[in-house]
């Protein structure tokens, strides 16, 4: 009988453990990024958040390709302004479920300096506008499966098979932050480019 209550005893000690520990886990990553203290972030399901001062970005990200619709871009296009890089493909599960808060993202800044730009890291352009037109993403992608130049020029700032991941490029076009992993939510992505709008070109 002692053996029995201790058995019973040890599950649940065990189950107490684990609710403290998931109560420890349920604290909203949100919160924590708004509070301001500018480290990084890593979440339970691989989320990550990096903001890098402005005095240790690196040089400019140049680039060009051609978008979704046939049409050239190239970083040039985004001189001046902040440029939020999002790094996709159809099938990425996490991309499908963060599509419609960077699409939200996007929207709150229309009028301003910013811009979005996705880079399509495997698809066709076929596939690229259907997955837009399905999930009411406005914003245009470049596309990458077939262009090494592209890629060759993100390479540095981030690896291309951690999909999907952001990046926010301040006004002089270096990468001011990193986002690897599924957006839980737009606001995360709205504060850091806001910062980023505030600083002087």
Known sequence: MRRILSAVGAVLASAALVTGLAACSADPLADQYRAGDNKGYIAANGFQTKEIAADQRGEPVEFSGTLDNGSPVSSADFSGKVLVVNFWYATCGPCII?????????????????????????????????????????????????????????????????????????????????????????SILEAIVRTLVAESA
């Open 98 to 186: 963060e599509a419609p808060r960077l699409e939200q993202a996007y929207q709150s800044f229309q009028g301003q300096d910013v811009a979005f730009l996705g880079i399509n890291t495997y698809d066709q352009p076929a596939t690229a506008l259907s997955f837009a037109r399905d999930h009411e993403v406005s914003y245009p992608s470049a596309m990458a499966v077939d262009d090494a130049q592209l890629k060759l020029a993100f390479n540095k700032a981030t690896p291309l098979n951690a999909t999907p991941t952001t990046l926010v490029l301040d006004k002089q076009g270096r990468v001011a932050a990193r986002i690897v992993g599924e957006l839980p939510e737009a």
